[in-house]
């Protein structure tokens, strides 16, 4: 995968695709307790492109340009971490194949994390139980033909089960910031990068970028834009990643790419709150087995209409997401609660980062007796904010899942959309300031509400084989 590396150094038996071993980080689905009318378990039933593809290339040869000896074993990883005594410095010199320790997930550790989840006996998720009247099919999936009761509805799950991230695209993005965690430590000895955002709260298609965040635990303040220009000095010596580009955004980016791939990624420096949101969104994610569906194809829908890029003043996907998850806790029969009102102590602002997986996996399920199909909520989504929705005396808040008034505080006046972050409480929809981007946002979900209403077809308003061809090509 990246040439010119030497391999992590792991014991012989050890492969980056563990045997048989449910990857939690891709949810409810690949978890053992879950069995189908065969009786097998469902990690025996894994699709092909899950199960083990052998042993990983050898190491280059010495005299590679490049290529230099690695010391130390990559401190940051997850994969080998997880070695690591928790009680001591030192490498456990082996581990039975059997008992070798699953790759890591969201509800299980965070990527970067210097703390882990008993690897030798896998955690069910929070929300990994089957909802009433929901049958778990032989992969361990929550059937969702049980919300497919129309035409768009089963469009809406073609589209996903197409366009949703892999568990070897999730493998991919770590082994890239696993080798960037080695390489961050020749120029930040205290650093320790994350992975946050869509591709670890389980709403990233294939071709999603990643979000990293990169944690410095200095004794004196640093700004964020000179320790990016020092990375991306850095970076122009490393001979897997290409293009690096400093964007200096009220949260500055150092974006690059993979190189010889289209894997892009957007690094920044401190900003935790992202590490917060990203397990929040991942808690949601799984509440209900209806949400994965819904928020991708709107964020392929908002994608194709030139409404879902923040650099150019329309909505970021993060905004969209708010967006979704506050339109389905308004509902008159709820699709999801909130989180964080009903559970304060697991998304507590105040937790040390390390433990916020920990926390959010104490969510206890959540049943909705919303039986709604896809395609009905993703009408009524369209509905909702092309219709209903007061944008001017509005505010959308997740954290108290509602809608209050604008006038409750002055920060909120005079824009033109107001979505609450909800840890910090700023707008994370200020990238829309400009009257014409608003009339653009507004406009198309009044027209997409009235195709998709009339039509009763998802291609009235989104080409899903173009989109299902374009995602199952991406590399």
């Known amino acids: 995968m990246f040439p010119h590396r030497e391999p992590p150094r792991v014991h012989p038996g ?50 590679i ?46 990527a970067g994390s210097s703390r882990s989840r008993d690897f030798g006996h896998p955690q069910r998720s929070p929300h990994s139980h089957v909802h009433n009247n929901m049958p778990a099919t032989c992969d361990g999936t929550v059937d969702l033909q049980v919300y497919v009761k129309d035409k768009v509805s089963a469009q809406m799950v073609e589209l996903f089960e197409a366009c ?42 294939r071709s999603s970028d990643a979000d990293l965040c990169y944690v410095l635990r200095e004794n004196k303040p640093t700004h964020p834009v000179a320790v990016l220009s020092a990375l991306k000095r850095m970076m122009k010596s490393l001979l897997y990643v290409e293009q690096p580009q400093l964007i200096r955004a009220k949260v500055p980016i150092l974006r690059f790419r993979e190189k010889g791939s289209n894997l892009e ?8 709150v992202g590490i917060r949101n990203t397990f929040l969104l991942k808690s949601y994610a799984y509440a209900d087995p209806r949400v994965r569906p819904l928020i991708l194809v709107i964020k392929k829908w908002a994608r194709h209409h030139q409404i879902n890029d923040a650099s150019r003043g329309t909505l970021s996907s993060y905004t969209l997401v708010l967006m979704v998850l506050h ?84 920060k909120w006046r005079d824009k033109f959309i107001s979505v609450e972050e909800p840890f910090e409480s700023n707008n994370v929809a200020r990238a829309v300031h400009e009257q014409a981007k608003f009339d653009a946002i507004t406009s198309q979900f009044l027209e997409s509400f009235h195709m998709l209403q009339k039509g009763k077809d998802l291609n ?13 090509s991406w590399k």
């Open 164 to 205: 949703q991230q892999r568990h070897s695209d999730l493998l991919h993005k770590e082994m890239c910031r696993s080798w960037l965690q080695q390489d961050m430590l020749r120029v930040f000895e205290a650093g320790r990068l994350y992975m946050t955002g869509s591709s670890m709260s389980g709403l990233a298609s």
């Open 14 to 63: 050890f492969s980056p695709v563990p045997h048989r071993q449910p990857p939690s980080s891709m949810g409810p689905r690949f978890f053992p307790q879950h069995r189908c009318s065969c009786g097998r378990p469902a990690h025996e039933r894994l699709p092909n492109y899950e199960r083990p593809r052998g042993p990983s290339p050898p190491p280059p040869p010495p005299n």
């Open 327 to 410: 339109y389905l806790q308004t509902l008159n029969v709820p699709v999801l609660p909130s989180l964080q009102k009903d559970y304060p102590e697991c998304f507590d602002p105040t937790l040390e980062i390390d433990m916020i997986p920990e926390r959010a996996q104490d969510t206890p399920p959540y049943n909705s007796q919303n039986n709604s199909s896809l395609g009905t909520l993703l009408l009524g989504f369209l509905r909702y904010y092309a219709t209903e929705f007061s944008w001017k005396k509005k505010v959308i808040s997740v954290r108290d899942a509602k809608a209050f008034a604008k006038q409750n505080a002055a």
């Open 460 to 472: 009235s308003i989104l080409p899903v084989q173009e989109i299902i061809h374009k995602e199952l």
């Open 65 to 110: 340009n490049g290529w230099r000896k690695r010391k130390n074993e990559d401190c940051g990883s997850p994969v080998l971490k997880r070695f690591r005594d928790d009680d001591s410095d030192s490498f456990m010199p082996y581990l039975p194949h059997q008992h070798m320790p699953p790759f890591y997930g969201p509800d299980q550790a965070l």
């Open 265 to 272: 990624f957007d690094l920044n420096v401190n900003n935790t």
